[in-house]
């Protein structure tokens, strides 16, 4: 802004001087003033405390010494100056300062008057100083504003004098849209949405916390009443509390992706399946931790298990609720045996908004083989040298008998054995094995020996 300067020649008497001293005396001194445009102005919000300032230079532009003083004409409490003497050239510039405090909203004036001591001359500053009402600073949808409250913001509207306040105006909203508001603050926090700016009617929506909890405020899905502007007031929950802090206004959010994902049987939920590894159950439950970014959100996970080379398309099990944070968990059942699956895993949001999927790394995930029954084929019966058929009803040569069979399971991965029990004719059989092979895999032909047989017995 351009300075204004205003000047003023002090005047010299010369009723007794001799011609010699006026001729040799120095420039008289003259005192001037430097300070803004034609009138000194400033400004304050409504129920601040922040002292504002200005300066107004005094100089000599003169010759010799110039001392100083200066004065508020009509004494106005709300104006300060400081220094209010001094010596041209010398003392520090005179500071003028505006306080807010406990004025109204409207225009106050005054005047500064800088004079000679000397009383030679003087010289009028003219002051105006307006407190306004609360500024709005506007705010979009899906949008923030970092910023600070500070003594130079103006009052609360719905706390008492001495609480300051950020006023956030939305302009667009719309009728039946809903909006969340959250607070991150240096301090404890106090948030307020409303429909209008009137202090003396109580909000729409406050809130001092999130959900119960903390002191960073927040209010979740405040559904909006009719089309139009709309009001966040950022305040503190304790008097005169400033600090920096964020204000965000969020349409709901989708669902973070699921985290330590986690496959298990279903007998009991917590024994782990192995990637690729084998379920005997037609179902297996599958687990994940579910966050949200909506910290009021209850969440379920959701889940498509299909077989392996088989494209995702549509969800297959849903699972109950939990919240936000926790761990949950989905069955799926129905699965075809034989066979072998992948799977991917999403949250989705009490509203049914769903989040992304997540997609289990191994494939296929498990295999299910619901505990078939073990088969054998080729049996047959040897002589002790284990390659001599001993044809049915026929003779041993010996004690000694040996038995074979290829042993078959399509449950893959098992180890099999062949168990036989020989009893003499005549005895019938207990179920309890006379001797049992060396483990073997699906496929492959055991061996049992079974020696010191009864002479004479069949």
């Known amino acids: 802004m351009a300075r204004g300067l205003l000047v003023v020649v002090l005047a010299v008497s010369a009723a007794t001087c001799r011609i010699g001293d006026l001729i040799g005396n120095s420039?008289?001194?003259?005192?001037?003033?430097?300070?803004?445009?034609?009138?000194?102005?400033?400004?304050?919000?409504?129920?601040?405390?922040?002292?504002?300032?200005?300066?107004?230079?005094?100089?000599?532009?003169?010759?010799?010494?110039l001392k100083w003083r200066a004065s508020v004409k009509n004494s106005s409490p709300w104006l300060t100056l400081d220094p209010d003497t001094g010596t041209a050239g010398q003392t520090p510039t005179l500071k003028v300062s505006f306080d807010p405090s406990g004025l109204d909203i409207g225009?106050?004036?005054?005047?500064?008057?800088?004079?000679?001591?000397?009383?030679?001359?003087?010289?009028?500053?003219p002051l105006e100083y307006f407190i306004h009402p609360c500024l709005t600073t506007p705010i979009g949808l899906d949008d923030s504003v970092t910023t600070s409250l500070t003594t130079a913001d103006c009052a609360a509207l719905h706390k008492p004098r001495g609480w300051f306040t950020r006023l956030f105006q939305i302009n667009n909203g719309t009728v039946n849209d809903s909006l969340t508001i959250d607070v991150t603050?240096?301090?404890?926090?106090?948030?307020?949405?409303?429909?209008?700016?009137?202090?003396?009617?109580?909000?729409?929506?406050?809130?001092?916390?999130?959900?119960?909890?903390?002191?960073?405020?927040?209010?979740?899905?405040?559904?909006?009443?009719?089309?139009g502007i709309y009001y966040v007031e950022v305040t503190s929950a304790d008097s005169a509390d400033t600090g920096a802090f964020t204000v965000r206004v969020l349409h709901p959010r989708k669902p973070d992706l699921p985290d330590s994902l986690d496959q298990r049987l279903a007998t009991d939920s917590t024994t782990p399946v192995v990637p690729g590894g084998v379920v005997s159950q037609q179902?297996?439950?599958?687990?994940?931790?579910?966050s949200d970014p909506d910290l009021g959100d209850s969440l379920q996970l959701q889940a498509e298990v299909v077989p392996t080379g088989t494209g995702f398309s549509v969800p297959?099990?849903?699972?109950?609720?939990?919240?936000?944070?926790?761990?949950?968990?989905?069955?799926?059942?129905?699965?075809?045996?034989?066979?072998?699956?992948?799977?991917?895993?999403?949250?989705?949001?009490?509203t049914g908004?769903?989040?992304?999927?997540?997609?289990?790394?191994?494939?296929?995930?498990?295999?299910?083989?619901?505990?078939?029954?073990?088969?054998?084929?080729?049996?047959?019966?040897?002589?002790?040298?284990?390659?001599?058929?001993?044809?049915v009803g026929d003779t041993?040569?010996?004690?000694t008998v040996v038995f074979k069979a290829q042993l078959n399971d399509v449950d893959a991965g098992n180890q099999l054995s062949l168990q036989i029990e020989a009893?003499?004719?005549?005895?019938?059989?207990?179920?309890?094995?006379?001797?049992?092979?060396?483990?073997?895999?699906?496929?492959a032909t055991a061996t049992v020996t079974i020696s010191a047989l009864t002479i004479g017995g069949n």
């Open 27 to 65: 420039k008289p001194a003259v005192l001037a003033v430097q300070y803004s445009d034609n009138i000194l102005k400033d400004s304050s919000a409504f129920g601040s405390t922040a002292i504002r300032s200005d300066t107004v230079g005094v100089s000599n532009i003169g010759g010799g010494e």
């Open 107 to 125: 225009r106050y004036a005054d005047t500064v008057i800088v004079e000679a001591v000397s009383g030679t001359g003087s010289l009028s500053v």
């Open 185 to 227: 603050a240096a301090y404890d926090a106090f948030v307020a949405f409303d429909t209008s700016l009137n202090a003396a009617a109580a909000p729409f929506k406050q809130s001092d916390n999130c959900l119960g909890v903390g002191s960073d405020p927040c209010l979740y899905y405040q559904k909006l009443p009719r089309n």
């Open 283 to 290: 179902s297996v439950v599958l687990t994940a931790v579910l």
């Open 316 to 350: 297959t099990a849903l699972g109950a609720k939990v919240r936000n944070g926790s761990r949950a968990y989905v069955v799926q059942s129905a699965l075809n045996d034989n066979t072998g699956y992948h799977w991917r895993l999403r949250a989705v949001d009490q």
């Open 353 to 391: 908004r769903p989040g992304d999927w997540q997609v289990f790394p191994s494939d296929p995930a498990f295999n299910v083989q619901s505990g078939h029954d073990p088969t054998f084929a080729n049996a047959n019966q040897y002589q002790s040298n284990g390659t001599t058929v001993i044809p």
């Open 396 to 399: 041993a040569n010996g004690t």
């Open 423 to 443: 009893e003499p004719v005549g005895t019938a059989f207990d179920s309890n094995a006379t001797a049992a092979s060396a483990p073997v895999a699906a496929g």
